[in-house]
Structure formats: C-alpha cells, structure tokens
C-alpha cells in the first residue's frame, strides 16, 4: 500500500538537509505583532511576538535523526549519567529496531528496513528531557563525550530523577549560547500561525496550521487509503495501527505560511515555555496527534502541558535552532574565487 512512497517523501517534502542532518525554515519577520485573534480560554493573549529571526525544523524529528543520536548515547562503552531513569528510554513509537549484528558495548539501533517509510517516521514517546538532551547533543557539535550530553543547551543535572511536584528543578529556559533548542510558545505559534505576507504585507494570524481559518479535514494520505482529502495524520485510525506508519511529508500540500511541514498530526510536540496548571508547573505541548485529537488541538488559541520527565505515545518534538551567520566578506571571497577557477577550468574536464 505504501511501497514507493518513502522517495517521494524524501524527495519533496524533506528537501536538502544541512550539515546536521536537519531541513531548516528561517522564520522571520521578526518584531511581528502578538496574536490578535479569538481566544475563549484567554491561553495565548499578548503571545507569539517574537523580535529576532530564528529557524524551526520543516518537520518534527524524525526516526533517522533520532537513530543518530540514541545510538551515541547508548552505543558506548561509559553509560551515560542519566541511563536507567525514567525519562531515559527508547522511544515508544518510532520506525527503529534494534541491531542485533551490533555486539556492544551498550545497543545500537537502525532503522526498520522492512518499512519503506520507517526513517520518516514520527519519534513518540520521547520526554521533554531527553529532546532537551538531543539539543544538547547537537549545540555540541555531535561530540562523543558525555559532557556533550550534559550541557550545552540545558543543564542535565538540574533534572531530578523523580520530580517533585507541583514544581521541580529543571533548568526553565535554554542556556544563551545554545544553538538548538526545544522552541518557546511564543516561537511556535508563530512559525505554525503567523502569515508575514497577508495583507499586502502587513501580517494576520490564522487560526488553522495551513494558512487558514477552515478547520482541517483529517484523513490518510492516498497511499494509505485516503482519497486526497486528508490533511493532517489526526482525528482518524487505521486497521492494524496504520496510522502510526505514516511518515512525516506524507501530506505535502498542506504547509504553515513559513512551509512547515505536518504542524498539524503526527506528534504533539514540546515546547521550552512552562505552563502552570491547578498550582502544577508542566512543560507545554502544542499540535494534533496522530489516532487521536484533532480540530481542537490545532486552534492558534489551545496549548497542553505535560509533565518533563514522561514518555507518552504521542509526545514528539520539532527544534528551533540559531540563523547561521552570513559568511564573512573573506570567506566569501575565497569562496567566488573557488568557483571561478572551478569554472575556467570545466571546459577542460572530461
């Protein structure tokens, strides 16, 4: 039913990864104004300002990236601290397995080979600590040792084992030198709501994640049965927990203003900002999931929270990260330099 459908999702809806193995969208406009539409349950008043540019992944994480970075912080020979507590686990829902031809130390993972689809697949049943974690990793520059792990974007020792509540430790907010992290409400709402091009220019907020104020239709894609109208992998189940096999970009038409990817189903998924409660801190969530929710988890208007340290089926992320710099008038002219020798010389190459 599904066969063939990983290349195109490669192919289109997650187009030309950086370095890091990410697909980026700058998200600009800074200094835009704060959502301005309906709000019944008065949860994001004055929200969603954000006055400096910064970059969101085009789809949440996905099972390839996820496979790159447990295996560096399992496939090793000195434990990590954290290996062994409770918000240190496999994933729930992701499209990997274990690599049994890996003979330690530690567990390797790959990704499903059975499954054309798997290395798009959603990661869920991920804790907020362990996407912070992975921000760390990757502020770190990939780096092996356990110190890259520990800090970098969030201090990993501020993580009790079992959080006290109705509060806990965990460092609130991203270290000012990171360069990824798990995005803010604000940033969020923004990169999923926020349309700089409206109005001649002037911005508006929409209420849907497409651009929109209708509500979505939720459906399968065609290759997993649906027939074109789907809009996001929510509000819907498949025979045989099918839903839960398709991959992020299966729905490749339907983007936020900015071109993210799937802001609607596949995960919910964390955000940085802290949400109290009933007199309980939680981290928030925003989004659909996938077999359950819908129309009302996709208002510009409705965020969740959850606690930092759980692993839910449906909890996933999607990470903001730092606009690169502009190469300096040096580099860039090294650079043209480069090119123009590579060009003098093509005609010679056979």
Not at 25 to 54: C, H, Q, W
Not at 130 to 152: R, Y
Not at 236 to 257: E, K, R, S, W
Not at 328 to 350: D, E, M, Y
């Amino acid at each position: 039913m599904a066969v063939g459908f990983g290349a195109f999702v490669s192919g289109t809806a997650h187009a030309q990864p950086g370095p890091d193995g990410y697909d980026w969208v700058t998200i600009g406009a800074a200094g835009n104004r704060a959502y301005d539409g309906p709000d019944p349950f008065n949860l994001v008043a004055g929200r969603g300002a954000v006055d400096y540019e910064y970059r969101m992944a085009r789809t949440e994480l996905t099972t390839a990236q996820a496979v790159e970075f447990f295996n560096a912080a399992t496939a090793r020979p000195d434990p990590l601290p954290f290996v062994g507590q409770s918000w240190w686990a496999p994933p729930l829902l992701w499209g990997a397995v274990v690599d049994t031809a890996y003979t330690g130390p530690g567990t390797k993972w790959k990704v499903d080979p059975s499954d054309p689809n798997a290395a798009m697949r959603p990661v869920g049943g991920l804790s907020w600590r362990q996407a912070a974690v992975l921000c760390n990793w990757l502020t770190n520059e990939k780096a092996t040792s356990t110190t890259a792990f520990m800090d970098g974007a969030y201090d990993v020792t501020t993580f009790t084992p079992t959080p006290a509540f109705p509060t806990w430790n965990d460092q609130q907010v991203h270290s000012p030198g990171a360069t990824y992290w798990i995005p803010t409400l604000d940033e969020w709402i923004k990169a999923v709501h926020y349309d700089p091009l409206a109005n001649g220019g002037l911005g508006r907020w929409w209420q849907q994640p497409n651009g929109t104020d209708t509500e979505l239709i939720y459906g399968p894609p065609p290759s997993f049965g649906g027939d074109g109208t789907g809009m996001a992998n929510s509000g819907f189940t498949l025979p045989n927990d099918g839903h839960y096999l398709i991959p992020l970009g299966a729905y490749p038409q339907v983007t936020t203003p900015f071109g993210l990817l799937d802001a609607a189903g596949g995960t919910k998924e964390w955000l940085e900002s802290i949400r109290v409660v009933d007199g309980e801190m939680n981290r928030g969530i925003d989004g659909s999931y996938r077999g359950s929710e819908g129309a009302g988890a996709d208002v510009a208007y409705s965020w969740g929270q959850d606690r930092p340290h759980r692993r839910f089926t449906y909890g996933g992320v999607r990470l903001a990260s730092t606009v690169p710099s502009p190469p300096s008038v040096g580099t860039a002219l090294l650079l043209n330099g480069v090119l123009l020798v590579r060009r003098r010389r093509a005609p010679h190459s056979v």
